[in-house]
């Protein structure tokens, strides 16, 4: 991210609009008002919903009970933001942009009163919308999404008014993992129903399938390469089982978390240029492209992937903050980019810890890339040392060149944030082979002499110079 201070602006005050006030719509707004005063540049902000700047993060584990307080997971409140001078529009809907005249349309949602409200630039943080699927009962009572805290109230409602036992969760990727952790730690027993191979699709099948055997030992029924057909309701209307082709899990309560799509229903109607994966599509300073005075980011827009140097679309709120920052700078007359990401996720489900970062083999093969791997286990700290737990590595490079691709990592504490040092590699550009004598951090508490991840980056420099995979 490159940013320099705004420059000095005089002249009749504009207005800037903001629509959404999460993650990349109120860090936006922030940043601009730091860097411009109220005289300077009126800032308008809408949300619908009722919270800013809050962690959806945060959910899976206000829902399992490691957070007591809805509140905790809220950064700044609507006061908060209006005592910084942001005229903050709660619970009101922007219905449609109106790129040729710089005006978008409010509803309030609770009167239903309608009125145009003009621009000299805008940003749309309009986020991310969760799928849901197209089958009977997905509306029942007890069935719930995760994407809102409105959403995380009704689930703690659910358990703690059905005082159920059987949870089943849809989906298999970290927001279906990490919410089959919560419901453990709120007692229940859980099945997750997911139509890939292997939990976890953003690792590879051999690692997703460390983390399916490892769920299983955490008691966990893993059903796996199954689609779910219906939601079935009981004579209460409530849920009572998920069905799939060939079974019916019993379920008290169900979560669905099936993945998001970009919620860019208002840029599609206003024209705004929108990616083979439905996100909108920016410069590097996040300036939607072909639009001199509008600006997008957040779970709304595509990113470059600096490694396969394809646009993709990926919804995370670390992403969503650092464009907040770099639209606030640029919309308040200041320069900054934003200039990709290399795909790190980290995640865990009890003790487990799931990391990646990079490419997985199979967006290799789509880039053209050659590539060989290597797979190693170690231990988080020196084997003689207390309380040491192994991990898997898996290393991507590419062939005859060496150049780091992607690194996936599944073990138990202190497993997953060691992806942090491959992301650094990629970002760098770095080989497998100058991974090997990276001057890592070494003590018997804390590591093996050789790091797990530069052991791994030693096998993967093996296979390249052998020329095998
Ligand atoms: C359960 C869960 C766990 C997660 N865990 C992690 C994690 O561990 N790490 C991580 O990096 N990311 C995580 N994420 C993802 C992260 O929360 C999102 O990437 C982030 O919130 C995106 O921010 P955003 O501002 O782009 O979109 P959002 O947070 O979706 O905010 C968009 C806002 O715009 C509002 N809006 C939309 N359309 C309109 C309109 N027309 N008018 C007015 N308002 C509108 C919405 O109401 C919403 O408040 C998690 C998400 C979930 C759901």
Redesign the pocket.
């Known amino acids: 991210m490159n940013m320099s201070a705004a420059r000095d602006v005089s002249g009749p005050r504009e207005r800037l609009v903001v629509?959404?006030?999460?993650?990349?719509?109120?860090?936006a707004a922030s940043q601009a008002r730091r860097l411009r005063s109220a005289e300077e540049l009126e800032i308008v902000a809408?949300?619908?919903?009722h919270?800013?700047s809050?962690?959806?993060?945060?959910?899976?584990y206000w829902v399992g009970g490691d957070v007591d307080d809805r509140d905790q997971l809220i950064a700044r409140s609507p006061e908060e933001h209006r005592a910084r001078d942001i005229d903050l529009r709660m619970r009101?809907?922007?219905?449609e942009i109106d790129v040729a005249r710089g005006r978008v349309r409010?509803r309030d949602v609770d009167s239903g009163d309608e009125y145009w409200t003009s621009y000299d630039k805008l940003v749309i943080?309009?986020?991310?919308r969760?799928i849901r699927p197209d089958m009977p009962g997905t509306d029942a009572p007890g069935v719930h999404g995760?994407?809102?805290l409105d959403d995380?109230q009704a689930l703690i409602d659910t358990l703690t008014r059905t005082r159920g036992r059987r949870a089943v969760v849809v989906g298999a990727g970290?927001?279906g993992v990490?919410?089959a952790e919560a419901l453990i730690n709120r007692g229940y027993e859980v099945t997750v129903v997911n139509r890939g191979s292997e939990p976890m699709s953003t690792l590879d099948p051999d690692m997703g399938r460390l983390v399916h055997e490892a769920m299983e030992g955490l008691g966990i029924t893993m059903v796996d390469d199954t689609e779910v057909t219906k939601i079935l309701t009981g004579e209460d209307g409530r849920v009572r089982a998920v069905a799939t082709e060939d079974a019916e899990y019993p379920a008290d309560v169900v979560v669905l978390?099936i993945g998001?799509r970009p919620?860019t229903?208002?840029a599609r109607a206003a024209g705004l240029p929108l990616g083979d994966h439905g996100g909108l599509l920016t410069d590097l300073a996040m300036r939607v492209r072909g639009h001199e005075n509008i600006w997008a980011?957040?779970?709304?827009v595509e990113v470059l992937d600096l490694v396969s140097g394809q646009e993709r679309h990926i919804?995370?709120?670390?992403?969503?903050?650092k464009?907040?920052q770099v639209i606030g700078t640029n919309a308040a007359g200041g320069y900054a980019t934003f200039p990709g990401v290399v795909g790190t996720?980290?995640?865990k489900v009890c003790d487990l810890e799931i990391a990646r970062t990079g490419l997985r083999e199979k967006d290799a093969r789509r880039a053209g890339l050659q590539y060989v791997t290597a797979t190693i286990e170690s231990t988080s700290r020196a084997g003689y040392y207390p309380n040491s737990s192994s991990m898997t590595v898996k290393m991507l490079a590419e062939r005859r060149t060496g150049r780091l691709l992607g690194v996936q990592i599944v073990g138990r504490e202190g497993a997953g944030k060691r992806v942090d040092i491959a992301a650094v590699a990629l970002t760098a550009g770095m080989t497998v082979e100058q991974m090997v004598s990276l001057d890592l951090g070494y003590a018997p508490p804390f590591s093996p002499v050789w790091d797990p991840v530069l052991v791994a980056a030693r096998k993967a420099t093996k296979a390249v110079n052998a020329g095998t995979s």
């Open positions: 629509i959404g006030g999460d993650a990349a719509g109120m860090s809408f949300e619908r919903g919270f800013t809050f962690s959806a993060c945060g959910i899976p009101t809907e922007v219905t409010a943080a309009t986020g991310a969760p995760v994407q809102t995380g970290y927001i990490e919410m978390g998001v919620e229903t208002l980011g957040g779970d709304c919804a995370l709120g670390t992403h969503a903050n464009h907040g996720a980290v995640s």
